[in-house]
């Protein structure tokens, strides 16, 4: 399907339109593909120029201004920073610009900020709902106790097949984001629970 049909609304300039579709070649997701072109456009549109005659200093005041807006998380920043990175290497690399604007605009700083992680007496009570007596109930709570012993994505879990769990050495192989693979630890409780299951 061309990268046109995917997207909601076509790119306005010809050099977005066709890094879009190198992204697209090199298997980029198409929810991906919307964040660079929303992301590219508003951009282009804030600064009311075509790509190939931004600035540095156009680049600098429109990250200013998102960090100034107090609507913007700084991680948004950084994103918008990063996409505009890909964009204009891209452009230098095909020879459509001889210096990248972004050249020397160091990425935006985010805060680190631990997550809650759920606790025990949560966790406790999520497991009291599953009533491993039926067959729903054991399931869930196989689910339950792989996601708190793993910390793996859900949709690394939904994945699995059953030659990746290692019942000997006590870890499951497992394909998450990005289609990157891991190994992460298959306790004794996730695999009674599984086992029951």
């Known amino acids: 399907m061309p990268v046109q049909q995917q997207l909601k609304c076509p790119p306005v ?16 997701r198409p929810r991906t593909l919307e964040t660079y072109q929303r992301s590219i456009e508003r951009f282009l549109r804030a600064v009311g120029k075509p790509p190939l005659e931004v600035t540095k200093l156009d680049v600098q005041n429109y990250l200013m201004v998102l960090l100034e807006d107090r609507k913007r998380s700084p991680a948004y920043v950084r994103s918008i920073h990063l996409c505009l990175s890909i964009f204009y290497k891209w452009l230098q690399a095909d020879g459509l610009m001889d210096r990248s604007p972004m050249a020397g605009i160091p990425r935006p700083r985010v805060p680190k900020k631990g997550k809650a992680f759920l606790s025990e007496a949560d966790f406790d009570r999520l497991l009291a709902a599953c009533p491993t007596e039926d067959f729903r109930g054991a399931r869930n709570a196989a689910w339950l106790w792989m996601l708190w012993c793993s910390g793996c994505r859900l949709d690394g879990l939904a994945k699995l097949k059953l030659s990746d769990l290692d019942w000997m050495n006590g870890r499951l192989h497992v394909v998450e984001k990005r289609d ?3 190994v992460v630890p298959f306790t004794a409780p996730a695999q009674r629970a599984v086992l029951k299951y």
């Open 180 to 182: 990157k693979a891991r």
């Open 13 to 28: 300039y010809p050099e977005v339109r066709v890094f879009l579709l190198s992204r697209k070649l090199s298997n980029c």
